[in-house]
C-alpha cells in the first residue's frame, strides 16, 4: 500500500512493517497527512525486498511478523544499509528492545502507542540522521576520527559502520574527552526523551560501539563505566584534534 505525494515539495518516505493491516491504514492516514509518504509491507520478506529496490528514510518494523520476525529483517536490513529503523515491541517486553538496539535499531517504541509519539520518534530518528549545526565538526583521539560533516568515524584507519544513535552518542562522548556524561543527559541528547526506570537503551548503544571499536592501543575499553551515574570516553593523551 503506497500513497504518493501530491505536494510539489517531495514526502519523506517511510517503510511500515507490521502486518496488522489495521495499524497499517491507520498510521498511513495519520502520518500522510503531515510531512510522509507511507508505504506498508506486511511480512518480513517484502520488508526486505522493499528496503533493497526503494529509497526510503526510514523503517518502522513490528517485531512479531508471519514468517521471518522483525529481529531477522533488522539483521538482513543491517548487511545491506545503515537505514534507520524503529522497532515497535510488546510493552513490558525489555529483551526485545535490548535485542533490536543490539542489532542495529536507532529506537524502539512499546505497542499500544499514541500516533503523536510514534511520529515524536520518528523526528527525532530522522534528526539524528542529519549533521547537527553548531557542534563539532571533526575530532581525532589516538586512532579514532570522528568527522560529523562526511558522517564518517575511523578507528585503525578502518571505516566504521555506525546507526544514527550509535552515532550521535560517540559524538557526545568525544566532544570532551575523559568527562563523564550522565545517563539521563545521555539519553536525553541522543533519544530526545527522559530515562525512565530499567531503560538500557544507552548501555545497549554502548555495548554496541565496545564491540564495533574494538579496544584502544593500550587494549582497555574506550568507553568506561562510572557505576550510578554513566559513562566517559578514555583519554590518556597525546592531545585530541578538535576542529
Known amino acids: 500500500m503506497d500513497r504518493a505525494s501530491t505536494s510539489a515539495n517531495p514526502k519523506t518516505h517511510l517503510l511500515v512493517v507490521d502486518d496488522d493491516?489495521?495499524?497499517?491504514?491507520?498510521?498511513?492516514?495519520?502520518?500522510?497527512?503531515?510531512?510522509?509518504?507511507?508505504?506498508?509491507?506486511?511480512?518480513?520478506e517484502e520488508a526486505v525486498l522493499q528496503v533493497a529496490n526503494h529509497d526510503y528514510s526510514l523503517v518502522i518494523l513490528d517485531v512479531m511478523l508471519p514468517g521471518i520476525d522483525g529481529f531477522?529483517?533488522?539483521?538482513?536490513?543491517?548487511e545491506e544499509?545503515?537505514?534507520?529503523?524503529?522497532?515497535?515491541?510488546t510493552r513490558g517486553s525489555s529483551s526485545d528492545r535490548?535485542?533490536?538496539?543490539?542489532?542495529?535499531?536507532?529506537?524502539?517504541?512499546?505497542?499500544?502507542?499514541q500516533p503523536q509519539e510514534l511520529q515524536a520518534r520518528i523526528r527525532s530518528i530522522l534528526r539524528r540522521a542529519r549533521p547537527r549545526t553548531g557542534r563539532m565538526k571533526y575530532v581525532a583521539i589516538e586512532d579514532l576520527e570522528l568527522d560529523e560533516k562526511k558522517r564518517m568515524v575511523r578507528?585503525?584507519?578502518?571505516?566504521?559502520?555506525l546507526t544514527g544513535?550509535?552515532?550521535v552518542l560517540?559524538?557526545?562522548?568525544v566532544s570532551r574527552p575523559g568527562s563523564v556524561f550522565p545517563r539521563e543527559q545521555?539519553?536525553?541528547?541522543?533519544?530526545?526523551?527522559?530515562?525512565?526506570?530499567?531503560?538500557?537503551?544507552?548501555?545497549?548503544?554502548?555495548s554496541n560501539l565496545r564491540r564495533k571499536l574494538g579496544p584502544s592501543q593500550d587494549g582497555g575499553d574506550r568507553i568506561k563505566s562510572v557505576r550510578g551515574i554513566g559513562y566517559a570516553y578514555v583519554f590518556q593523551g597525546p592531545k585530541a584534534v578538535s576542529r
Not at 21 to 44: H, K, P, S, Y
Not at 155 to 161: F, K, L, R, T
Open 155 to 161: 578507528c585503525g584507519g578502518v571505516e566504521i559502520d
Open 21 to 44: 493491516l489495521a495499524l497499517g491504514t491507520l498510521l498511513t492516514e495519520f502520518l500522510d497527512g503531515e510531512e510522509f509518504r507511507i508505504t506498508v509491507a506486511a511480512t518480513g
Open 186 to 206: 545521555l539519553v536525553d541528547v541522543v533519544f530526545e526523551r527522559r530515562l525512565t526506570v530499567y531503560d538500557r537503551s544507552i548501555d545497549s548503544l554502548v
Open 165 to 167: 544513535a550509535e552515532f
Open 98 to 113: 535490548v535485542n533490536g538496539l543490539e542489532l542495529g535499531a536507532d529506537d524502539y517504541l512499546p505497542k499500544p502507542f
Open 81 to 89: 544499509t545503515d537505514i534507520p529503523v524503529l522497532m515497535l515491541t
Open 170 to 173: 560517540l559524538q557526545l562522548l
Open 72 to 78: 531477522t529483517v533488522l539483521r538482513r536490513i543491517r
